[in-house]
């Protein structure tokens, strides 16, 4: 600074902007398109609105170069001859119109998205959602120009380019591009405006902008009367992978402190089913409401209500942890302080041993005893011992539903009939609803007396039938889910 003054420096930021301009400029509009893709559920919406972006910068970046480098209508904006452009001004005029554009997309498009879902015209839904945001987004515009513009006869020598290109700017991108190209161009497109490949739509979050979930959730609750919301209500409910069908057509209808049993051989999607219906895997198709909330537009709240036992590959146990580590770390996810208070780990670990031995005490040939050692690890235990672990982490928390897979993984039938009889036990004494999956389900869990049970039938696997038939129920055999029309 000493040696060259301020003008090195400021070429030196120059450079730094110039460099920086492209990386910017795909950033804002990366984000554009993750951020359009979640509000619209569409791939081309997002596409067409960044390009029409793209335009208006394009536009505002033309016209101050045309006036303040190429002398075009200068003495018109107070200019006396050419000159600089402040090496910011690009960097400032992207920012403040990516703001103002994408405001303008959201007033138009939301519009038009939110009649098309609850109306399926796509044609008319343009047309009338238009006609309900134009004036908002026309006023805002004017005003927005109207500010702008005033800086620009008036201002300083580096404030009217940035003045200029945000005037020329938003009046392009809100009266050419949002007003004008977007319509006409979502017109062409008609319903294909609205496509959005399946495994993209069951990866993305539901933000339901247009308030689908809530038509959903009066509807549910008009058609129940008032009831309470059952456990699990399922209807058609399927799911798909590449390989083809994982479950299809799958209804339940369980009240709660119900059992449920999945049931069916290998490769059935015994465990994709647990997964849904816990609110880990969104289904392909069909309609799920879990403890009273409906998926996948709560599954938030679905998961911290239904906790998972063990499921191999999905959160398996750590071997080298002992059983009071991973009593710890479970209690940990249900605090927010950094610590494991002393009590809450003595209530956990005498739960653990009322579990042993409850199962201890309905078949004593079982490998269990009546206590689990704290100092055991993981690979220190037998079977049994292991599911009644997970059993105990997955009721920290009391979750209304617990799900536990392959009670048949057990390697011994006594170890099995334990594991039985303690789920049985604990939807008999209404402490959670009980979705278990099995390939067998023994005759003396069938036979259980004051414990509502729900038999899913999952077949013999991909191979064989992809229906499901359920257990009798106590419920109002009227179908909850209503009749509306789907786009």
């Given at each position: 600074m000493?040696?060259?003054?301020?003008?090195?420096?400021?070429?030196?930021?120059?450079?730094?902007?110039?460099?920086?301009?492209?990386?910017?400029?795909?950033?804002?509009?990366?984000?554009?398109?993750i951020l359009l893709t979640l509000v619209f559920r569409s791939i081309l919406v997002p596409i067409t609105a960044a390009l029409g972006y793209v335009l208006s910068v394009g536009a505002a970046f033309g016209v101050v170069a045309a006036v303040f480098r190429w002398g075009w209508a200068s003495s018109l904006m107070g200019l006396n001859e050419p000159g600089p452009v402040i090496s910011f001004m690009p960097i400032i005029v992207m920012g403040v119109l990516f703001g103002l554009a994408?405001?303008?997309?959201?007033?138009?498009?939301?519009?038009?998205?939110?009649?098309?879902?609850?109306?399926?015209?796509?044609?008319?839904?343009?047309?009338?959602g238009f006609?309900?945001?134009?004036?908002?987004?026309?006023?805002?515009?004017?005003?927005?120009?109207?500010?702008?513009?005033a800086f620009v006869p008036h201002g300083a020598v580096y404030i009217k380019p940035i003045a200029l290109g945000l005037a020329v700017g938003?009046?392009?991108?809100?009266?050419?591009?949002?007003?004008?190209?977007?319509?006409?161009?979502?017109?062409?497109?008609?319903a294909r405006a609205w496509w959005l490949p399946a495994w993209l739509d069951r990866r993305l979050p539901v933000l339901d902008i247009e308030g689908e979930s809530l038509h959903r959730r009066l509807a549910l609750a008009a058609a129940r009367g008032g009831t309470a919301p059952a456990a699990v209500?399922?209807?058609?409910?399927?799911?798909?992978?590449?390989?083809?069908?994982?479950?299809?057509?799958?209804d339940l209808d369980a009240p709660r402190a119900a059992m449920?049993?999945?049931?069916?051989?290998?490769?059935?999607?015994?465990t994709a089913l647990l997964l849904t219906l816990a609110g880990r895997m969104t289904p392909s198709a069909g309609r799920l409401e879990v403890n009273g909330h409906l998926l996948p537009d709560a599954a938030t709240a679905v998961r911290r209500e239904v906790s998972l036992t063990e499921i191999a590959g999905v959160n398996d146990l750590d071997p080298l942890l002992t059983v009071a580590d991973h009593v710890d770390e479970r209690l940990a996810t249900t605090t927010w302080h950094p610590w494991v208070s002393g009590r809450d780990r003595t209530e956990a670990l005498r739960r653990l041993d009322t579990l042993a031995a409850a199962a201890a005490a309905a078949r004593p040939d079982a490998h269990l005893t009546a206590t689990l050692e704290p100092r055991l690890r993981v690979r220190e235990l037998t079977a049994i011992q292991r599911w009644v672990l997970a059993l105990g982490l997955a009721l920290v928390g009391d979750p209304a539903i617990l799900v536990t897979d392959d009670v048949d993984a057990l390697p011994s039938a006594a170890d099995r009939v334990a594991a039985w009889?303690?789920?049985?036990?604990?939807?008999?004494?209404?402490?959670?609803?009980?979705?278990?999956?099995c390939h067998d389900l023994p005759h003396d869990v069938e036979a259980l007396d004051g414990i509502p049970m729900r038999v899913v039938d999952l077949g013999a696997g991909r191979t064989g039938p992809a229906?499901?038939?359920?257990?009798?129920?106590?419920?109002?055999?009227?179908?909850?889910?209503?009749t509306r029309p789907t786009p």
């Amino acid at each position: 600074m000493a040696v060259t003054g301020q003008t090195a420096a400021q070429v030196d930021v120059s450079q730094r902007l110039y460099d920086a301009l492209l990386p910017f400029g795909l950033v804002v509009v990366g984000i554009s398109l993750i951020l359009l893709t979640l509000v619209f559920r569409s791939i081309l919406v997002p596409i067409t609105a960044a390009l029409g972006y793209v335009l208006s910068v394009g536009a505002a970046f033309g016209v101050v170069a045309a006036v303040f480098r190429w002398g075009w209508a200068s003495s018109l904006m107070g200019l006396n001859e050419p000159g600089p452009v402040i090496s910011f001004m690009p960097i400032i005029v992207m920012g403040v119109l990516f703001g103002l554009a994408m405001d303008y997309q959201v007033f138009l498009v939301s519009s038009m998205r939110a009649r098309f879902v609850h109306e399926g015209d796509a044609q008319r839904a343009v047309n009338a959602g238009f006609v309900d945001s134009a004036r908002v987004v026309t006023a805002a515009a004017v005003i927005m120009v109207s500010v702008f513009a005033a800086f620009v006869p008036h201002g300083a020598v580096y404030i009217k380019p940035i003045a200029l290109g945000l005037a020329v700017g938003v009046f392009v991108d809100a009266f050419l591009v949002r007003m004008t190209l977007i319509p006409a161009v979502m017109r062409l497109l008609g319903a294909r405006a609205w496509w959005l490949p399946a495994w993209l739509d069951r990866r993305l979050p539901v933000l339901d902008i247009e308030g689908e979930s809530l038509h959903r959730r009066l509807a549910l609750a008009a058609a129940r009367g008032g009831t309470a919301p059952a456990a699990v209500l399922a209807r058609d409910l399927s799911r798909s992978d590449g390989a083809g069908t994982v479950y299809a057509g799958v209804d339940l209808d369980a009240p709660r402190a119900a059992m449920v049993v999945v049931r069916g051989g290998s490769g059935a999607g015994k465990t994709a089913l647990l997964l849904t219906l816990a609110g880990r895997m969104t289904p392909s198709a069909g309609r799920l409401e879990v403890n009273g909330h409906l998926l996948p537009d709560a599954a938030t709240a679905v998961r911290r209500e239904v906790s998972l036992t063990e499921i191999a590959g999905v959160n398996d146990l750590d071997p080298l942890l002992t059983v009071a580590d991973h009593v710890d770390e479970r209690l940990a996810t249900t605090t927010w302080h950094p610590w494991v208070s002393g009590r809450d780990r003595t209530e956990a670990l005498r739960r653990l041993d009322t579990l042993a031995a409850a199962a201890a005490a309905a078949r004593p040939d079982a490998h269990l005893t009546a206590t689990l050692e704290p100092r055991l690890r993981v690979r220190e235990l037998t079977a049994i011992q292991r599911w009644v672990l997970a059993l105990g982490l997955a009721l920290v928390g009391d979750p209304a539903i617990l799900v536990t897979d392959d009670v048949d993984a057990l390697p011994s039938a006594a170890d099995r009939v334990a594991a039985w009889s303690l789920l049985a036990s604990l939807s008999r004494d209404r402490v959670v609803t009980v979705i278990a999956s099995c390939h067998d389900l023994p005759h003396d869990v069938e036979a259980l007396d004051g414990i509502p049970m729900r038999v899913v039938d999952l077949g013999a696997g991909r191979t064989g039938p992809a229906w499901a038939l359920t257990g009798p129920t106590e419920l109002d055999p009227a179908d909850p889910w209503p009749t509306r029309p789907t786009p």
